[in-house]
């Protein structure tokens, strides 16, 4: 039987009582690990990160806090082979694939403990500059904020063990928030595996840091008025979190990221040189990069009519040099989906679309490489149509998600249509607009602002520069409204904000210069 990874809570490892569910290698079916939460005292584990990790967290400044971060790095890049060889076993991608969870993650870590050092070692952040409340300057309004005393609980998804763990916790813990986390059962061992060694290494304070691996049943229930949930995941289990009676009568916060369908539009007259070569390799990266299962990746491509023949040229003469297969071999250039469930949800979602859609690319002709129909390799497909007046009517193509190597072209008739259906997504994580015009890609990004959490704007002038329509940047904030969640985080300070409280402090102008004048060093 396989090895049971062990839950660490209340500062202990501890095993569940249960049997556990097994994980799987998606290409060769073979069992890796088993996971299980069955029996863990809950309560006592929540109470012991609050008071114990909370209050030592708390204790130390930002600047304290980022140093803390800074040695995870470096703990988690000494171990960064273990990690490839786990997300190729477990999550079945090529090494490029891997490297966007991984590297990623490592990044946005550096990120938050060099934004830390930053910082004034205090125990709360200045939020504004003070404002007068009489004729008299002596009494002011000074915003603060202050972490919150309660504790992160970061529910993953199975996507990214290793980024989706690290882009929440580095703020969280940067905040002075200890996190309890819960990964997706599916590859919770890349997200188990960088937790035990951090623990392993004693740099956090006990409590500061837990993980549970195996069902969430129960999690929600122990939450309390100044704990926090960060979601990602779909939408139906994101109903579930928030109306559970600890967000709708104790005012939990929550933060969710949901389905998406994100969009690429090529700007009209856009058809040969660099901004097409590049509009058409984005595409392309994003359909096939982690096999489509991105959060962000390109799900509908909007063309001008008149060049939905020469796109979808382009588009099947890229998808049909993509390798499909075991990531082992070093030919293939896509590996396979997470699991047996998920490769079916993804037939399903391909079946339906043929039904309204017509299908431009069927990448399931081509030969798997050492792999085979047992496997969860799914080969890209392309969808489209030739009339923008049937790509208007097509709803499901703008409001379903097939979270795999599955996109759709639609044509439209003029930017007004064009900006039309993309806002029929009802709200998106990021849209990337390809074209040449300045005043032009000005005017459509400030239409398409409120429907998307980030905008990707591509002209010649930085094609060489881009970092991509479908990587988050902690720069950047990462989030979208509408079906995208309602949720934002990252983007600098901003992902700090979540897992404080502002408060606005009232008095005399020396009272509020004193709060600033200490230091927490």
């Known amino acids: 039987m396989s090895e049971l990874l062990v839950n660490y809570v209340s500062g202990l490892w501890q095993l569940g009582s249960g049997s556990g ?9 073979d069992e890796l690990v088993r996971v299980d939460a069955t029996g863990l005292n809950l309560q006592d584990a929540f109470q012991f990160s609050r008071e114990q990790g909370g209050r030592a967290l708390r204790a130390l400044g930002y ?16 171990k960064k082979d273990l990690y490839y060889e786990i997300s190729q076993k477990n999550s079945g991608t090529v090494k490029n694939d891997s490297a966007v969870d991984i590297e990623g993650a490592l990044f946005t870590l550096g990120y938050y403990a060099k934004l830390g050092q930053s910082l004034d070692n205090h125990y709360f952040l200045k939020d504004g500059d003070p404002a007068r409340l009489a004729k008299d300057p002596l009494f002011q309004s000074q915003h603060i904020l202050t972490p919150t005393p309660g504790v992160a609980l970061l529910i993953n998804a199975f996507n990214f063990p290793a980024w989706g763990l690290w882009e929440k916790a580095a703020p969280a813990l940067l905040s002075g928030v200890p996190v309890m986390i819960k990964p997706a059962t599916a590859t919770a061992w890349l997200t188990h595996q960088m937790v035990k060694d951090v623990i392993e290494a004693n740099i956090l304070p006990p409590g500061a840091l837990s993980i549970i691996c195996g069902s969430s049943n129960g999690l929600l229930d122990q939450l309390q008025p100044f704990d926090v949930v960060s979601f990602t995941g779909s939408a139906d289990t994101a109903k579930i979190i928030r109306s559970h009676p600890a967000v709708t009568e104790q005012s939990v ?7 998406s369908v994100n969009s690429a539009l090529l700007l009209p007259q856009q058809v040969s040189g660099p901004i097409f070569d590049l509009f058409i390799k984005e595409v392309v990266r994003e359909m096939t990069v982690k096999s489509g299962q991105k959060c962000t990746a390109i799900r509908r491509i909007f063309v001008p009519e008149s060049d939905v023949n020469v796109v979808k040229e382009a588009l099947v003469a890229s998808l049909s040099k993509t390798t499909v297969g075991n990531p082992r071999n070093e030919s293939v250039r896509m590996g396979a989906l997470i699991s047996r469930a998920q490769k079916q949800t993804v037939l399903d979602g391909i079946s339906r679309f043929k039904g309204c859609a017509q299908l431009f690319f069927d990448g399931s002709s081509q030969n798997l490489i050492d792999a085979d129909d047992n496997s969860c390799c799914v080969a890209p497909t392309l969808f489209g149509f030739d009339k923008a007046s049937d790509a208007m009517l097509a709803k499901d193509i703008h409001q379903t998600e097939v979270f ?15 900006l039309e259906m993309i806002a029929m997504g009802e709200g998106s994580l990021v ?40 990587n988050v940047m902690p720069q950047s904030i990462h989030g979208g409204p509408g079906r995208a969640g309602g949720g ?16 606005a402090i009232q008095g005399s102008t020396q009272v509020i210069e004193a709060m600033f004048s200490g230091s927490n060093s």
Do not use: C, W
């Open 21 to 29: 569910s097994t994980l799987f290698d998606p290409v060769l079916g």
């Open 63 to 78: 600047k304290d806090r980022a140093e803390l971060l800074k040695s995870i790095l470096e703990v988690l890049q000494a």
């Open 253 to 259: 916060r929550v933060n969710i990221e949901a389905d």
């Open 404 to 418: 795999g190597p599955v996109a759709t072209v639609l044509p439209y008739e003029n930017l007004s249509q064009a």
């Open 431 to 470: 849209a990337s607009v390809y074209g040449d015009e300045v005043v032009e890609l000005a005017q459509v990004a400030a239409d398409l602002a409120a429907f998307h959490g980030r905008l990707h704007i591509i002209s010649s002038d930085v094609g060489a520069m881009h970092t991509g329509h479908g």
């Open 488 to 503: 934002e985080e990252l983007g600098g300070l901003r992902g700090l904000s979540f897992y404080h409280r502002r408060t």
